[in-house]
């Protein structure tokens, strides 16, 4: 028997689609409820489907909600549909592929696609050669229809069309897109392309057999008069240069000059998708010699392409200069996310590429020189361009730019001023060398641009100073440092928000370059900082907490005075008692007082113990909700873990900055039961921040930590795993913490750690900042139980020492080198191949302690007595003429 509807149940629907249309959210939630209930009755979704392709008599946005409705259905409860029901939406869908409107043939196309997914394509075996049929229809309708389905379908199933070895519909299917390349109507050729996309990233067989064929009609539509069909073919390319260059490289040169005048279509969309190549061919090896002889035609094109649109400076407010006052929508503000805690070791002055391993913060990702907008559009991706760009040839792209930027930076029009501005720190990073010389006469120029008369261009400039203060901080301070410093702060007080943001954001660039450098302003860099917290709107308040935090630890202990104190806290703290503990304004907050406690040290103790108490009952909280959530998930909601992370980390600096002073705090609260269940906590995050707590509690106040020692250190030992970079790297340096203060009984642990400490150190391609926490603490394993340790010596000596020469001198790396050398005591046979690398880590100490120094002579006289003159003086000859100068000078060797 066929299925038909019931005339009541049909009028009692098309009520409820009716009303589910009222803006009122009471009708809503009832609809929502009623919605539940019919769900009960098998046949409700033959009845949806019944409305959306049958029910002509109705207005289409009603049917196609009818749609959207059993599309929700069959992605909720799929797995529970009768058979029948399944059926009967089936083939009700594939009658309706070719509906005469547009919005219904999309609506089940969407329809199409999800049950695909959530049934998986094997149990729907007519759904392809069906589709593939209908492509061939007279009827456009069936036609587009079926297409529209099929790009669907190819870009939710990609992977199980290409798995699905059983029937390899690709083998049918690409062959068949292709036909329709040069297809009458624009929408189905545009239809193709963007089918047959789907499959290049992940390189799909059936398209590699067909590449020639696929590449020679992309050619053919490359100049369509469709914008869609021109993106999709941009789209295309760019994909391929990844996955295929071997094949675009006789052509190379065409696409080139293809993308040259893609970049510049009267379609924004079209040169955003061409101006991806750029960024694209940078990545390849054959970038500079393909690109050479375009560069001076390229170039310009990027640099138009970096100005505002007319259309960005409406949906900017461009020409809305003070906005101070107006409050922020909250959708405006986007989810902030924590970064938790690494402990890292800190660098020495003898870096082999003398560059730090984390400032990247400054990418062209983040100019967010349009909050609101911050969606990617063509000037970002012009920028970004440049900016790798100038990353591959260097100083060689400023013949080409220096004229430019000459022509725009001083036009009379502001957007194109602004978009010279732009230009110029886009380069920064790549032409670093050879715009030195410009310098002295461009940075002034920019600090005037900060008093410009137009926001954007007041904007913007921030982030191009911010991108040249590693020059202005390493120059006398007068010249440059103090004007810049002037301007910037006076900006942070804009009466236009865009150029507040972009002035902390500069800001606090500038304080990680110039670090100490700042103290002597410090009075005055608060006083404009705290003066900000009583102008700021919600959005900019949330960077304003980055630049103090920054500041804080770009500062460290000269913050820690009175006056400074008596200025920062009151109002942090007000905003810490104003805040609820569910408010994820507290991430930023916390985060920036736990920089400002390690900062103040004992000049935070006045207002420790609250914040102290908060963090500790935030984490319980979260603990409980987590442990409510696994018992009952339909009851309760997963807590969002970020604020037990955050305020295990603030815990963190607490102690740090507290030291001896947190002891009594910790010894009252129940701090360490907490740690023990955050410490296996599924969550990686949960789990790194808490071995940094534990490490920080170690050194504060031990005695808190010791009885918890046999359930700790095998924790510690099972998230020895380097696929979980921090989480490894925090659990290897707390156990060289505990290590140092639990002394000799550390022995009965080793086994627990130590094999997978060697195999960490001598795993190709472990981080640097692993590398040398590992180091530190198989040393410090050493120096508690040299007995049990120096056996495997053989294992890690080279790897040792290699990750320990390039780090200051402080008591980390003392430690590690005392038990380097009790352990060489022990076992001298365990050094003698690698003795090399021992000399050349023993050189890279500048002041060893005394005792130390008299220790490493002893071992290394002793090496040199034992193999005798001769073999020393041909085993000295290996070094190079730096290594042999410091030995002999420091140790007479």
């Given at each position: 028997?066929?299925?038909?509807?019931?005339?009541?149940?049909?009028?009692?629907?098309?009520?409820?689609?009716?009303?589910?249309?009222?803006?009122?959210?009471?009708?809503?939630?009832?609809?929502?409820?009623?919605?539940?209930?019919l769900?009960?009755?098998?046949?409700?979704?033959?009845?949806?489907?019944?409305?959306?392709?049958?029910?002509?008599?109705?207005?289409?946005?009603?049917?196609?909600?009818?749609?959207?409705?059993?599309?929700?259905?069959?992605?909720?409860?799929?797995?529970?549909l009768?058979?029948?029901?399944?059926?009967?939406?089936?083939?009700?869908?594939?009658?309706?592929?070719?509906?005469?409107?547009?919005?219904?043939?999309?609506?089940?196309?969407?329809?199409?696609?999800?049950?695909?997914?959530?049934?998986?394509?094997?149990?729907?075996?007519?759904?392809?050669?069906?589709?593939?049929?209908?492509?061939?229809?007279?009827?456009?309708?069936?036609?587009?229809?079926?297409?529209?389905?099929?790009?669907?379908?190819?870009?939710?199933s990609?992977?199980?069309?290409?798995?699905?070895?059983?029937?390899?519909?690709?083998?049918?299917?690409?062959?068949?897109?292709?036909?329709?390349?040069?297809?009458?109507?624009?929408?189905?050729?545009?239809y193709?392309?963007?089918?047959?996309?789907?499959?290049?990233?992940?390189?799909?067989?059936?398209?590699?057999?067909?590449?020639?064929?696929?590449?020679?009609?992309?050619?053919?539509?490359?100049?369509d008069?469709?914008?869609?069909?021109r993106?999709?073919?941009?789209?295309?390319?760019?994909?391929l240069?990844?996955?295929?260059?071997?094949?675009?490289?006789?052509?190379?040169?065409?696409?080139?000059?293809?993308?040259?005048?893609?970049?510049q279509?009267?379609?924004?969309?079209?040169?955003?998708?061409?101006?991806?190549?750029?960024?694209?061919?940078?990545?390849?090896?054959i970038?500079?010699?393909v690109?050479?002889?375009?560069?001076?035609?390229?170039?310009?094109?990027?640099?138009?392409?970096?100005k505002?649109?007319?259309?960005?400076?409406?949906?900017?407010?461009?020409?809305?200069?003070?906005?101070?006052?107006?409050?922020?929508?909250e959708e405006?503000?986007?989810?902030?996310?924590?970064?938790?805690?690494?402990?890292?070791?800190?660098?020495?002055?003898i870096?082999?590429n003398?560059?730090?391993?984390?400032?990247?913060?400054?990418?062209?990702?983040?100019?967010?020189?349009?909050?609101?907008?911050?969606?990617?559009?063509?000037?970002?991706?012009?920028?970004?361009?440049?900016?790798?760009?100038a990353?591959?040839?260097?100083?060689?792209?400023?013949?080409?730019?220096?004229?430019?930027?000459?022509?725009?930076?001083?036009?009379?029009?502001?957007?194109?001023?602004?978009?010279?501005?732009?230009?110029?720190?886009a380069?920064?990073?790549?032409?670093?060398?050879?715009?030195?010389?410009?310098?002295p006469?461009?940075?002034?120029?920019?600090?005037?641009?900060?008093?410009?008369?137009?926001?954007?261009?007041?904007?913007?400039?921030?982030?191009?100073?911010?991108?040249?203060?590693?020059?202005?901080?390493?120059?006398?301070?007068?010249?440059?440092?103090?004007?810049?410093?002037?301007?910037?702060?006076k900006?942070?007080?804009?009466?236009?928000?865009?150029?507040?943001?972009?002035?902390?954001?500069a800001f606090?660039?500038?304080?990680?370059?110039?670090?100490?450098?700042?103290?002597?302003?410090?009075?005055f860099?608060?006083?404009?900082?705290?003066?900000?917290?009583?102008?700021?709107?919600?959005?900019?308040?949330?960077?304003?907490?980055?630049?103090?935090?920054?500041?804080?630890?770009?500062?460290?202990?000269?913050?820690?005075?009175?006056?400074?104190i008596?200025?920062?806290?009151?109002?942090?703290?007000?905003?810490?008692?104003?805040?609820k503990?569910?408010?994820?304004?507290?991430?930023?907050?916390?985060?920036?007082?736990?920089?400002?406690?390690?900062?103040?040290?004992?000049g935070?103790?006045?207002?420790?113990?609250?914040?102290?108490?908060?963090?500790?009952s935030?984490?319980?909280?979260?603990?409980?909700?987590?442990?409510?959530?696994?018992?009952?998930?339909?009851?309760?909601?997963?807590?969002?873990?970020?604020?037990?992370?955050v305020?295990?980390?603030?815990l963190?600096?607490?102690?740090?900055?507290?030291?001896?002073?947190?002891?009594?705090?910790?010894?009252?609260?129940?701090?360490?039961?907490?740690?023990?269940?955050?410490?296996?906590?599924?969550?990686?995050?949960?789990?790194?921040?808490?071995?940094?707590?534990?490490?920080?509690?170690?050194?504060?106040?031990?005695?808190?930590?010791?009885?918890?020692?046999?359930?700790?250190?095998?924790?510690?030992?099972?998230?020895?795993?380097?696929?979980?970079?921090?989480?490894?790297?925090?659990?290897?340096?707390?156990?060289?913490?505990?290590?140092?203060?639990l002394?000799?009984?550390?022995?009965?642990?080793?086994?627990?750690?130590?094999?997978?400490?060697?195999?960490?150190?001598n795993?190709?391609?472990?981080?640097?900042?692993?590398?040398e926490?590992?180091?530190?603490?198989?040393?410090?394993?050493?120096?508690?139980?040299?007995?049990?340790?120096?056996p495997?010596?053989?294992?890690f000596?080279?790897q040792?020492?290699?990750?320990?020469?390039?780090?200051?001198?402080?008591?980390?790396?003392?430690?590690a080198?005392?038990?380097?050398?009790?352990?060489?005591?022990?076992?001298?046979?365990?050094?003698?191949?690698?003795?090399?690398?021992?000399?050349?880590?023993?050189a890279?100490?500048?002041?060893?302690?005394?005792?130390?120094?008299?220790?490493?002579?002893?071992?290394l006289?002793?090496?040199?007595?034992?193999v005798?003159?001769?073999n020393?003086?041909?085993?000295?000859?290996?070094?190079?003429?730096?290594?042999?100068?410091?030995?002999?000078?420091?140790y007479g060797?």
């Amino acid at each position: 028997m066929e299925w038909s509807p019931q005339e009541d149940g049909l009028r009692e629907i098309l009520t409820l689609l009716k009303e589910s249309q009222s803006p009122d959210t009471a009708t809503q939630r009832a609809v929502q409820q009623k919605l539940e209930e019919l769900n009960k009755f098998p046949d409700f979704n033959n009845y949806l489907m019944f409305v959306l392709t049958k029910l002509t008599s109705e207005d289409e946005p009603t049917r196609s909600l009818s749609g959207l409705i059993l599309k929700n259905n069959v992605k909720t409860h799929y797995q529970s549909l009768m058979p029948n029901v399944t059926d009967f939406i089936k083939s009700e869908c594939l009658q309706a592929v070719g509906d005469p409107s547009p919005l219904i043939r999309a609506t089940v196309g969407i329809l199409i696609t999800t049950i695909a997914c959530k049934g998986d394509l094997s149990s729907w075996p007519l759904l392809l050669p069906s589709l593939c049929n209908m492509l061939d229809s007279q009827d456009y309708n069936v036609c587009e229809g079926a297409f529209g389905a099929l790009q669907k379908i190819c870009e939710d199933s990609a992977e199980a069309l290409d798995s699905d070895t059983v029937n390899r519909p690709l083998d049918i299917l690409i062959p068949k897109f292709l036909q329709f390349f040069n297809h009458s109507s624009s929408k189905i050729r545009s239809y193709a392309i963007g089918c047959v996309n789907q499959f290049i990233v992940q390189r799909s067989q059936a398209l590699m057999y067909h590449i020639d064929p696929f590449l020679t009609n992309l050619f053919h539509v490359a100049a369509d008069e469709e914008p869609e069909v021109r993106k999709n073919v941009c789209r295309a390319l760019v994909m391929l240069l990844e996955v295929r260059m071997d094949r675009l490289l006789p052509q190379i040169e065409n696409i080139i000059e293809y993308m040259l005048v893609r970049t510049q279509d009267s379609n924004e969309g079209v040169a955003l998708e061409a101006c991806e190549f750029w960024l694209s061919l940078a990545e390849q090896p054959i970038c500079r010699n393909v690109l050479t002889n375009h560069l001076s035609r390229l170039i310009p094109v990027l640099v138009r392409g970096m100005k505002y649109s007319d259309i960005d400076i409406i949906l900017l407010k461009g020409d809305v200069e003070e906005d101070e006052s107006v409050p922020d929508k909250e959708e405006d503000i986007r989810p902030r996310f924590h970064k938790s805690k690494t402990h890292s070791v800190k660098m020495g002055s003898i870096s082999e590429n003398g560059t730090n391993d984390d400032d990247d913060d400054d990418d062209l990702d983040d100019t967010d020189d349009d909050g609101s907008l911050s969606d990617w559009n063509l000037r970002k991706c012009s920028a970004a361009a440049l900016d790798v760009l100038a990353n591959v040839f260097r100083d060689d792209l400023l013949p080409i730019l220096i004229p430019i930027l000459k022509e725009t930076l001083f036009h009379q029009e502001w957007q194109i001023k602004e978009s010279g501005i732009l230009a110029l720190g886009a380069i920064a990073e790549g032409c670093m060398t050879g715009m030195v010389g410009l310098l002295p006469e461009l940075i002034p120029y920019l600090i005037n641009c900060l008093s410009d008369k137009k926001a954007l261009v007041r904007a913007i400039t921030c982030w191009t100073l911010s991108r040249y203060s590693h020059w202005v901080v390493s120059q006398p301070h007068d010249a440059y440092l103090k004007p810049l410093m002037t301007e910037l702060l006076k900006r942070i007080l804009d009466s236009n928000k865009r150029v507040q943001e972009a002035a902390c954001s500069a800001f606090a660039t500038l304080e990680e370059e110039a670090c100490t450098e700042l103290v002597p302003y410090l009075g005055f860099i608060l006083e404009t900082l705290v003066f900000a917290f009583s102008k700021y709107q919600h959005k900019n308040l949330l960077i304003l907490y980055d630049a103090i935090g920054t500041l804080a630890d770009s500062v460290g202990p000269h913050l820690n005075k009175p006056d400074y104190i008596n200025l920062l806290m009151p109002p942090l703290i007000h905003k810490w008692n104003v805040l609820k503990d569910e408010d994820k304004d507290l991430f930023p907050l916390l985060e920036c007082l736990s920089s400002v406690a390690t900062a103040l040290q004992s000049g935070f103790l006045p207002y420790c113990e609250p914040v102290y108490c908060r963090c500790v009952s935030l984490v319980h909280h979260t603990l409980y909700l987590h442990m409510a959530n696994q018992q009952n998930p339909d009851q309760f909601d997963a807590p969002d873990k970020d604020f037990m992370i955050v305020a295990l980390d603030l815990l963190s600096g607490l102690a740090e900055g507290l030291n001896g002073h947190i002891e009594k705090l910790v010894g009252n609260s129940n701090i360490m039961d907490l740690l023990h269940l955050c410490m296996q906590d599924p969550m990686p995050e949960v789990r790194q921040s808490s071995f940094a707590l534990l490490g920080d509690l170690t050194k504060a106040c031990f005695q808190h930590v010791r009885p918890k020692i046999s359930d700790f250190l095998p924790i510690l030992g099972q998230n020895l795993n380097p696929d979980y970079i921090s989480v490894c790297n925090n659990a290897t340096w707390a156990i060289g913490e505990i290590s140092i203060k639990l002394g000799p009984d550390t022995r009965p642990y080793i086994p627990l750690v130590l094999n997978q400490l060697i195999d960490i150190i001598n795993k190709p391609n472990t981080p640097k900042t692993l590398l040398e926490n590992t180091a530190i603490t198989i040393g410090r394993l050493g120096y508690v139980c040299p007995h049990d340790v120096a056996p495997m010596l053989q294992q890690f000596v080279r790897q040792w020492c290699t990750s320990l020469r390039n780090i200051k001198d402080n008591d980390e790396k003392d430690s590690a080198f005392r038990g380097m050398c009790q352990m060489i005591q022990v076992n001298p046979g365990g050094v003698v191949q690698q003795f090399i690398f021992f000399c050349d880590a023993v050189a890279s100490w500048i002041t060893p302690k005394e005792d130390l120094k008299e220790v490493f002579m002893k071992i290394l006289h002793s090496f040199k007595a034992q193999v005798g003159e001769e073999n020393w003086k041909r085993f000295s000859d290996q070094f190079p003429p730096a290594l042999t100068e410091r030995l002999t000078a420091l140790y007479g060797v």
